[in-house]
């Protein structure tokens, strides 16, 4: 049994971070999503799995800290592709928080109510994403005008050089990659998002870009619709770096990347591919030995894509409605496991389960009820139990009144953070946990059919216990000092130090052009370097504009 309490200052620090992320959830709920299927239910399944969020987050993760602080958890998703990204950190926090918001308004919970979880999930969250963003240091990208620097320079210079400058077959093989990886994934994660990632943009010159667009859980990993389906698909993780010229890129806290205009793909002037996982420090090139062989690599990763959709078509055409909610649940529940698997604490039966007490709320979220609770929590904010007093205006509702016409009345007085009251300070009449003795509290079932295939790496493919044993047993000298140490600002001061140029000629021990080139370099140097190689400096690169390309 826990004896926690919270003290003053971190009672006002809690609150500030619940406000702060009310206002980027509204305002992205707003703008930047639609929750819509024709296949998918995505709004029982979205809604459902707020439940779960809240009932099992805590315990999980709270797993994970014996041998992974967010720190380092946040150090080793930025310095590869893995599936501890923008969209699936920022699910961590908001489909928890969202859970809680829906038990309050349904008066089976008050703000105070299971206070240390609710600690640990905000605490965790800002410290996995404050390592996480270290380069721009930013917790939302809604803070950073939707734009999601995550790269440091050493990486950067080794995307930036050896990026090859992309002929049409070259930008017509990206282009198809991206959009029918995209369609993939959509599939994959049950119509969702989840398994895309776009960081960037970076300047590369006067008018040209990159950003860098991941892909996740293309292969055999935790879900059991993928197993035989995606048992050909070569990689499970790969990272596309897009140098363009005259496109406008915004990236949102849920990773999409926006540009101007829509149709940019023949705007694409160069391109370097990438897998990487937990299991990996570094981005290991993937059918970089020439621009014929990456568009030839592409080209053969589309059909592969391809062919899996059309088996997973199939697969999801065989499940049940309820089978298809709980596919839906599972996707976004697991948004944090990757976690557990960086510290080698995951157990797919841990994961793989709706909890009993979600099921109490089956029968009530059909489409129709689960889309206008959705509204009235996350949107309009309405009722009594998401008010707060008369006079109270929320940033985001209000500033979109203040640009609507004159004679439009003012918004509801709701508010979706529900505050912790200061009453806490003095009066402990609450839960501290809604598990009290752990994970054993959780219980559920799933109508799913078992996972029977394995978890898929760069390394190999490997079941649990070897994935666990190889998680555990994993060190990389870019998670401990000194280079650990080493962000940007020490770099601007210290380039000459030799902890400082070891770091950057380890990150180039793959690279194509970059090898053991160290810390001094600038960009008039990659500029001569690819000079010398025969190859165009970005700065130089002609434009390109043939149309469409579809």
């Known amino acids: 049994m826990s004896d926690w309490r919270i003290d003053e200052e971190q009672l006002l620090l809690l609150n500030t971070h619940l406000q702060r992320t009310d206002d980027q959830l509204i305002f992205n709920m707003l703008t930047r999503t639609a929750q819509e299927s024709k296949l998918f239910p995505i709004m029982p399944y979205l809604m459902m799995c707020f439940y779960d969020a809240y009932y099992r987050f805590p315990d999980l993760l709270r797993a994970t800290t014996e041998h992974l602080s967010p720190e380092e958890a946040g150090h080793r998703a930025r310095n590869v592709t893995t599936n501890m990204q923008r969209v699936t950190s920022w699910g961590m926090l908001n489909f928890y928080l969202n859970g809680r918001t829906c038990l309050i308004k349904a008066g089976l919970l008050r703000p105070e109510d299971n206070l240390e979880d609710l600690w640990f999930m905000v605490d965790y969250n800002y410290r996995f994403l404050r390592s996480y963003n270290r380069a721009n240091a930013h917790v939302w990208n809604l803070d950073a005008q939707d734009i999601a620097p995550l790269h440091e320079e050493r990486t950067l210079q080794v995307l930036e050089a050896d990026a ?21 994934s959509f599939l994959v994660h049950c119509e969702s998002r989840v398994g895309l990632n776009n960081s960037g943009p970076y300047k590369l010159g006067d008018r040209t870009l990159m950003h860098v667009r991941d892909f996740t859980n293309l292969s055999e990993c935790d879900f059991s619709w993928l197993d035989g389906v995606a048992a050909d698909v070569t990689y499970n993780n790969l990272t596309l770096a897009v140098i363009t010229q005259d496109v406008k890129i915004e990236i949102t806290d849920l990773g999409t990347a926006y540009t101007d205009p829509e149709d940019w793909q023949d705007r694409i002037v160069g391109v370097g591919l990438y897998t990487s996982d937990i299991l990996e420090d570094r981005f290991l090139p993937v059918g970089m030995d020439s621009a014929a062989d990456l568009a030839d690599t592409l080209e053969g990763l589309t059909k592969e894509l391809q062919e899996a959709t059309r088996r997973l078509y199939a697969r999801f055409s065989e499940m049940s409605f309820d089978q298809m909610v709980e596919a839906g649940i599972q996707t976004y529940f697991l948004a944090p496991s990757e976690i557990a698997r960086m510290a080698g604490t995951y157990h797919q039966d841990e994961w793989a389960f709706v909890d009993d007490r979600t099921r109490r709320f089956w029968p009530l979220h059909n489409e129709e009820y689960s889309l206008d609770a959705y509204v009235s929590h996350f949107a309009a904010m309405d009722g009594r139990l998401g008010g707060q007093s008369d006079y109270y205006l929320h940033p985001v509702s209000y500033g979109v009144w203040r640009r609507s016409p004159d004679d439009a009345p003012l918004p509801a007085s709701g508010r979706n953070a529900s505050l912790v009251p200061a009453r806490v300070l003095q009066h402990h009449d609450y839960p501290l946990r809604a598990n009290p003795n752990g994970l054993s509290d959780a219980r559920g079932t799933s109508s799913l059919p078992a996972k029977t295939g394995g978890f898929t790496f760069a390394s190999g493919r490997f079941d649990e216990a070897e994935m666990n044993a190889r998680a555990r047993a994993f060190r990389s000298p870019l998670l401990e000092a000194p280079w650990r140490h080493v962000d940007e600002a020490t770099v ?32 008039d140097d ?16 002609a434009p390109h504009r043939t149309g469409s390309l579809a």
């Open 526 to 541: 990659i500029d001569r370097i690819r000079r010398e190689a025969g190859e165009t400096p970005w700065r130089e690169a």
């Open 164 to 184: 090859f400058e992309a002929d049409e077959r070259l930008r017509r093989a990206a282009a198809r990659f991206i959009a029918i990886g995209t369609q993939y």
């Open 492 to 523: 601007k001061y210290h380039w000459q130090d030799e902890e400082v140029d070891g770091l950057y000629r380890y990150t180039q021990e793959r690279s194509r052009l970059l090898q053991d080139r160290g810390a001094s370099l600038r960009r």
